[in-house]
């Protein structure tokens, strides 16, 4: 089993910046890749940036959802097993519940998903 605990979501001004936390703890081991989703309200979750190679001595592959590219940016700390988000240009489109997610390497098996953190964008 692994457990995620996002943290850093907040209320920021249009133009700020955040920086949002997902500490992994449990079996991390068994993790491949983690990634950062979102889901507004009345809109389905989307994958915001994803980190591969969790845990591994490797450089790993980042992936970025096109409305983020160029203003965030997702990065590990390994000896923490957290990887953030840090979020620059916060836009109105931005606000929504951020879930960090974490797929196991194992074929077929169930990701894991955080609780949530409130992003908020005032204009």
């Known amino acids: 089993q692994v457990q995620l605990v996002e943290s850093g979501g907040g209320l920021v001004q249009a133009g700020g910046s955040l920086r949002l936390s997902c500490a992994a703890s449990?079996?991390?081991?068994?993790?491949?890749?983690i990634g950062w989703y979102r889901q507004a309200p009345g809109k389905q979750r989307e994958l915001v940036a994803e980190i591969g190679s969790f845990g591994r001595a490797v450089r790993p592959s980042r992936v970025y959802a096109d409305s983020v590219q160029g203003r965030f940016t997702i990065s590990r700390e390994d000896a923490k097993n957290t990887v953030f988000l840090q979020m620059h240009s916060l836009k109105p489109e931005d606000p929504a519940v951020y879930y960090c997610?974490?797929?196991?390497?194992?074929?077929?098996?169930?990701?894991?998903w955080g609780q949530g953190t409130q992003v908020t964008v005032s204009s």
């Open positions: 449990g079996s991390t081991i068994s993790i491949k890749t």
């Open positions: 997610n974490a797929l196991p390497w194992r074929l077929g098996a169930s990701a894991y």
